[in-house]
């Protein structure tokens, strides 16, 4: 079945280490995203890319980068990570024609 | 930008009861309203959504309702089941626009 996967699954860090998170799709999709979810504030949008040459900011872009290396990937980054960083990050992508967005099974960060 | 309220942030209700999740938005240029279902370690998946040029819309057991000029919307499931238990959560956005904001969740617990 057509799907989204994110590698990895969990990941511990220290502060100041860049990691990357990635998001892969089979399902054709044109559009992908980055959330991130904390307990008591729901699922908040990091970055968002039509396609591989649009890249937009969301809601908390500030502390992340992000690159669309493909029409199927798409990946995240902390250049330096810190604690308030720590959270379950999950991927996400839609058709241009639908609304439904699809996540992936997230990766769960924890930042020391 | 939007800002989505939802509540209450957990419910409690006996197997076979109604359950009702409601949500405010703050955009009046919202037009789509998605619900999503994440269970306890899952991702989460679209149960219905709603456009602003309808009032109501019923899917078997769930349904969602729209109030545009008050800005809020419902969620409603009856003759809820132990598989109903999950977090729920509201978004807003204008329709195919990508920066969806979502609420904080409600943790929905049916008791056997």
């Known amino acids: 079945d057509a799907d989204v996967t994110q590698t990895p699954r969990n990941r511990i860090t220290k502060t100041g280490k860049r990691i990357m998170l990635e998001c892969s799709q089979t399902?054709?999709?044109?559009?992908m995203y980055w959330y991130r979810q904390d307990p008591g504030l729901g699922l908040r949008l990091i970055y968002y890319?039509?396609?591989?040459?649009?890249?937009n900011k969301g809601e908390i872009s500030d502390g992340y980068s992000v690159s669309r290396q493909a029409q199927a990937k798409f990946s995240l980054s902390l250049e330096s990570a810190i604690p308030n960083q720590t959270a379950l990050y999950f991927c996400?992508?839609?058709?241009?024609?639908?609304?439904?967005?699809?996540f992936g099974p997230g990766t769960r960060l924890t930042v020391l | 930008g939007e800002n989505v309220e939802q509540h209450p942030s957990t419910l409690s209700v006996q197997e076979g009861d109604s359950a009702v999740i409601k949500c405010t938005y703050s955009?009046?240029?919202?037009?789509?309203f998605p619900w999503y279902k994440q269970e306890l370690g899952k991702r989460p998946q679209l149960i219905i959504d709603?456009?602003?040029?309808?009032g109501e819309k019923k899917d078997q057991r769930i349904a969602v309702t729209l109030n545009k000029t008050a800005k809020h919307f419902s969620l409603h499931i009856t003759e809820t089941q132990p598989e109903d238990s999950a977090v729920y959560f509201c978004?807003?956005?204008?329709?195919?626009?990508?920066?969806?904001?979502f609420g904080a969740g409600t943790r929905l617990t049916v008791k056997p």
């Open positions: 890319s039509f396609d591989v040459k649009d890249i």
């Open positions: 399902k054709g999709h044109d559009r």
């Open positions: 996400a992508t839609s058709d241009s024609d639908r609304n439904e967005q699809f």
């Open positions: 955009d009046s240029a919202s037009n789509y």
């Open positions: 709603i456009r602003s040029n309808v």
């Open positions: 978004a807003a956005r204008q329709y195919n626009n990508n920066d969806m904001r």
